[in-house]
């Protein structure tokens, strides 16, 4: 008998389950908190909890399957680690465009002649003597590194070129944009690149903590990865090439979902720490996003589920609105709630709330801690960074003693936006612990917190609330409010009617007046069409009120809170090659092979080589990661033009996909 392991990683919580493959059931399920920098312990103890309650012997299961949300996250919330950015043949101007520049953070850039044009012939050679000059001035802390040159789909070579002087001289991670995409727009290809190597390290430990610890158990079973279309790689794929697991968490819910619900059309809404993500489900099946991921501010060349992803979840930050009347904002960065804090560390937050408390004034640090993340101290640090960085070596610390002068926050946040450090503070999940709505952490702390935090003043001069219990009530009610804007907006935007301005509709008057269904001279009336799925641990404690307000009917499964590491082990291995044929003019085609550009005389001869060379590629990725019955879909897009009443070739696009199950078998 045959098991499936699936193993969920989220910024709060690990989730792990058990299937039975024969009988399609779940058999257990654990969880056990996110342990960062060290996530073999909070991947250890899901997996283990999950199998001791399940009864499994290690050797019984069979395939272990991985999905993730911390890609997402480090997105959403602009961490990640430090790369260079080496651009091939392309303007200074060109770094402006598809947010290029904003992703770069201020990493720097190593500009170069060369690349190649729409025929894949080099149009300068590149000078690597001067390759070799900049990346030995680059500043020490650089985690990867990001090449990307002009037509790199269309000839590959000087891309290749530089990966290849980069590996041997640093030895540190190189991302070509040419590996990530197939289509043409160098500055969003290289915007792709650049993520996926800030990427690299991050994904990197997280499947190295499953991989040891599935050998340290005695687990012998292949490890997949759930890619962020739902498909499965393999583990290898998915360090090479994290990028493609960004919205990996939310794919795998969405097949949860629809395995625990049976339900065909709904919105899937899952709530986690970090972020809110909201897909359609038509006929049992996600929409793939015709654009390319978008995750936070960043539209990438990703294939992955229609997703609309939101930086509101259990754990966002809760921010006062400035104006007379006050009023609260949830997201999008991430917090680590206050009353998790004090189960690890409750002398330091207590006495530092108890001193706060008993001033009558709100504290000047919010009541706030600085949490470091790291095993070994990062390198590469300006000087305010790295004195802030000494301070916080021995543990968490009140802001107000981590940071002692006002030129010394900017360095704080950006070891926050590095992922160096965590910043502690009021959350829902500490709002919840006020409300008993949950008590897995220390409520007597999340209590003080949030007295204290009701001790802030709104614009006239009132307290924002008048004890924790008010302001935990209105926080709880804003995520509800908050949660009703995105699942309104996305479904607007998914609409048949094809809305204008989602967003705007989302907030107008007449929805508002809709969903309370209001009677006077005019009455309204509006709700979804279709049932809400609400998946994630904290959605039984305020999906239901969203329900309400929605007018519309709440799906809570039994294992919500585990629907992603479900969704992980149902999934599919789909591996895909995408190749161009192109022509310079009469009997003259390029097929544009995945190593080098090749010339043929014959248009079929080019595609049919093109086909074979795509075919052997998609085939031979889907083996490697475990599946024998492989399935081929190819189609051609054919581009031509009648002239004189003869057809003219323009070029062809070629796409194989290559699916399958990966092989289930003990050993």
């Given at each position: 008998m045959a098991y499936l392991l699936g193993v969920d990683t989220g910024g709060t919580y690990t989730?792990?389950?058990?299937?039975?493959?024969?009988?399609?059931t779940v058999i257990a399920s654990a969880k056990s908190l996110t342990t960062r920098p060290d996530l073999n312990l909070g991947v250890g103890r899901a997996i283990d909890n999950a199998i001791a309650l399940s009864g499994v012997a290690p050797d019984q299961v069979a395939m272990v399957s991985l999905s993730t949300t911390l890609a997402t996250n480090a997105l959403v919330e602009g961490q990640g680690g430090r790369v260079a950015l080496v651009f091939i043949g392309f303007d200074e101007s060109e770094?402006?465009?598809a947010g290029l520049i904003d992703a770069l953070k201020g990493d720097p850039v190593i500009q170069m002649s060369g690349g190649h044009n729409h025929a894949g012939s080099e149009v300068s050679p590149l000078d690597l003597a001067r390759l070799d000059t900049e990346l030995a001035a680059l500043p020490k802390g650089i985690t990867g590194y990001a090449v990307a040159a002009s037509f790199a789909t269309r000839n590959p070579a000087h891309e290749i070129a530089v990966r290849d002087i980069i590996r041997a001289k640093t030895g540190k991670p190189v991302t070509c944009s040419h590996e990530l995409s197939n289509a043409l727009g160098g500055p969003k290809r290289a915007l792709t690149a650049v993520l996926n190597a800030r990427l690299i390290g991050m994904i990197a430990r997280l499947i190295g903590a499953c991989e040891d610890h599935l050998a340290k158990i005695g687990i012998?079973?292949?490890l997949m990865v759930v890619r962020g279309d739902g498909a499965l790689v393999s583990a290898d794929v998915a360090r090479e090439k994290p990028i493609e697991t960004i919205l990996s968490g939310p794919a795998a819910s969405i097949a949860g979902a629809q395995w625990l619900t049976g339900e065909t059309d709904a919105l899937v809404s899952d709530i986690g720490g970090t972020t809110t993500d909201i897909c359609l489900l038509r006929d049992?099946?996600?929409m793939i996003d015709p654009q390319g991921a978008r995750v936070g501010p960043y539209r990438t060349m990703v294939e992955a589920v229609a997703m609309r992803t939101w930086g509101l979840g259990g754990d966002s930050e809760v921010h006062v609105v400035e104006g007379l009347h006050g009023g609260l904002r949830l997201g999008p960065r991430r917090l680590m709630p206050i009353s998790l804090l004090a189960t690890d560390h409750p002398t330091l937050v207590h006495k530092a709330l108890d001193q706060a408390l008993a001033t009558d004034l709100p504290a000047e640090d919010g009541g706030r801690f600085a949490v470091p993340l790291w095993k070994t101290p990062p390198e590469g640090l300006d000087p305010r960074e790295q004195t802030v960085a000494d301070r916080l070596n021995d543990g968490p610390l009140r802001i107000g003693d981590a940071v002692r002068t006002r030129m010394e926050n900017p360095a704080l946040m950006r070891l926050v936006g590095r992922g160096h450090v965590m910043i502690a503070g009021v959350t829902p999940s500490d709002a919840s612990h006020v409300l008993g709505r949950v008590s897995a952490w220390d409520s007597l702390a999340a209590e003080k917190a949030l007295t204290l935090f009701a001790r802030r003043r709104k614009g006239n001069g009132d307290r924002i609330a008048a004890d924790a219990g008010q302001i935990a009530q209105a926080i709880i009610d804003q995520l509800?409010?908050?949660?009703?804007?995105?699942?309104?907006?996305?479904?607007?935007?998914?609409?048949?009617l094809d809305w204008d301005a989602p967003a705007d509709l989302a907030q107008h008057p007449l929805t508002k007046a809709g969903l309370a269904q209001?009677?006077?001279?005019?009455?309204?009336?509006?709700?979804?069409?279709?049932?809400?799925?609400?998946?994630?641990?904290?959605?039984?404690?305020?999906y239901g009120a969203v329900g309400e307000r929605l007018n519309t009917r709440m799906v809570l499964p039994e294992y919500a809170g585990v629907a992603n590491a479900i969704g992980a082990v149902v999934g599919q291995v789909s591996m895909q090659a995408h190749g161009t044929v192109t022509s310079g003019g009469a009997g003259v085609f390029v097929a544009h092979m995945p190593d080098m550009p090749q010339?043929?005389?014959?248009?079929?001869?080019?595609?049919?080589a093109l086909e074979v060379a795509l075919v052997q590629s998609a085939t031979a990725r889907a083996q490697a990661a475990g599946v024998q019955e492989v399935r081929l879909t190819v189609t051609r897009d054919m581009k031509e033009v009648e002239i004189e009443g003869q057809p003219m070739f323009i070029e062809a696009e070629i796409h194989v996909r290559a699916q399958g199950r990966p092989r289930i078998a003990i050993g």
């Open positions: 989730d792990a389950v058990i299937i039975d493959e024969a009988s399609e770094l402006n465009r012998r079973a292949r049992g099946r996600p509800t409010a908050q949660t009703v804007d995105c699942l309104l907006e996305s479904a607007f935007a998914e609409d048949d209001h009677r006077g001279v005019i009455q309204t009336q509006l709700s979804l069409g279709v049932p809400v799925i609400g998946l994630g641990a904290s959605a039984p404690s305020y010339r043929f005389v014959d248009r079929d001869e080019a595609l049919n």
